[in-house]
């Protein structure tokens, strides 16, 4: 059984910084590609950052660029993102997904191109 899991969440002051956290088990996460997502309150879902599946490519979205860096460490098998210069419009739940059928150099972008997801890590940041 599939199963991807954040952690590192919490409540940060504007300026303040934060490392999310997404293992997985039942699947090898270093041979995926991974994306980061967030959903505020009353909004759609967005792709925030994303992580091609050779590791080599990465994404961001406009708001988190220069802010944000995805990463992986493939010995623990986990994707990171760092946060940092966190904005009270950051506050969202982030939830990170996993996908496979790509080529190695593509980092999808969209959340249908993914297929497992985790529950997601609340993210508050105060002003």
């Known amino acids: 059984q599939v199963q991807l899991v954040e952690s590192g969440g919490g409540f940060v002051q504007a300026g303040g910084s934060l490392r999310l956290s997404c293992a997985a088990s039942g699947l090898t996460l270093s041979r995926y590609a991974v994306g980061w997502f967030r959903q505020a309150p009353g909004k759609e879902r967005e792709f925030v950052a994303g992580?091609?599946?050779?590791?080599?490519?990465?994404d961001y979205a406009d708001s988190v660029k220069g802010r944000f860096t995805i990463s992986r460490d493939s010995a623990k098998g986990t994707v990171y993102l760092q946060m940092n210069s966190l904005k009270p419009e950051d506050t969202a739940v982030y939830s990170c997904?996993?996908?496979?059928?790509?080529?190695?150099?593509?980092?999808?972008?969209?959340?249908?191109?993914?297929?497992?997801w985790g529950q997601g890590t609340q993210v508050t940041v105060s002003s």
């Open positions: 992580l091609s599946r050779n590791g080599g490519r990465t």
């Open positions: 997904a996993a996908d496979f059928t790509y080529a190695l150099i593509v980092v999808p972008t969209r959340a249908q191109d993914y297929d497992w």
